[in-house]
């Protein structure tokens, strides 16, 4: 699990700058997407930096699955930039590493937080994905 919220805040100012008030573009149907909800397939355009509406907190909202491109920048600076932000997920230093025993149950808020598996465990698991009713990314929700 990496921690989005902290990710944004360790980016170095430039990259921050750059990621800051623009939006990236994630074709569902491309790659993984296109695999597990073909029918679905359509693009998303949101911030790549987005306010969480429970806690306020910014963080980086993209995913090496998803996230194709930047929309406001060029193919070449988008990818540069997108390069930078899917290799720092993995840094030990935004994530945690849960190690499974039998019964265990994770829970995690993907406003927050990434999913990011390293497929180290030697037994099966069985995995379940609950998806909760709300806004796009980066609509705050009525008050």
Known sequence: MATRTLLLE????????VIGGIDLREPLGAGFAA????LHAREQVHPVALVHPETG??????SESFTTRIAELS??????VLATLFRQVEKPDFC???RWRAGDIACWDNRGAQHYAVPDYQHGRITQRIVLQGGRPGEMPPR
Do not use: F, I
Not at 35 to 38: H, V
Not at 57 to 62: D, L, P, S
């Open 35 to 38: 695999k597990y909800d073909p």
């Open 10 to 17: 360790r980016l170095t100012t430039n990259t921050g700058a």
């Open 96 to 98: 945690v590493r849960w």
């Open 57 to 62: 907190h910014k963080a980086v909202y993209v």
């Open 75 to 80: 193919r070449a600076e988008s990818a540069a």
